[in-house]
């Protein structure tokens, strides 16, 4: 089992920034994928941003509508993945997931509101 605490949500005018964090109760070390997916009311979860570990080399795959805007990083001695939004639009407004991958099963957090408005 794998427990996922997120923070760094809130109300951020657009053009503005916001940092993500997600600890897990387990060494990122030992965990292959972590990542950030976000849903809004009647549409389906969708790819935020991925850091894959793949033969000790990380892969880092991000969501179309990103587009250079949002960073996923580790923090191996915060023991921390962070996702760092810039440029933040009125249609990123979501709740954010963080998502981790471990030895076949997946684990979610519990989901940190995102809202971007004026």
């Known amino acids: 089992q ?14 503005g920034s916001l940092r993500l964090s997600c600890a897990p ?23 935020v941003a991925t850091s894959d570990i793949i033969i000790g080399e990380e892969d880092i795959m991000y969501g179309d509508f990103v587009k250079g805007r949002f960073t996923i990083s580790r923090d191996n ?19 954010y997931y963080c998502n981790a991958r471990d030895e076949g099963r997946s684990y ?9 408005s004026s």
């Not at 996922?4 to 053009?15: A, I």
């Not at 060494?27 to 549409?43: A, C, E, H, N, V």
């Not at 979610?108 to 971007?116: A, E, I, S």
């Open 2 to 15: 794998v427990q996922l605490v997120e923070s760094g949500g809130g109300l951020v005018q657009p053009g």
């Open 25 to 47: 109760s387990k060494s990122i070390f030992s965990i292959d994928l972590m990542g950030w997916f976000r849903q809004t009311p009647g549409k389906q979860r969708e790819l």
């Open 77 to 95: 001695a915060k023991n921390t993945v962070y996702l760092q939004m810039n440029h933040l639009e009125p249609e990123d407004t979501a709740v």
């Open 108 to 116: 979610w957090g519990q989901g940190t509101q995102v809202t971007v």
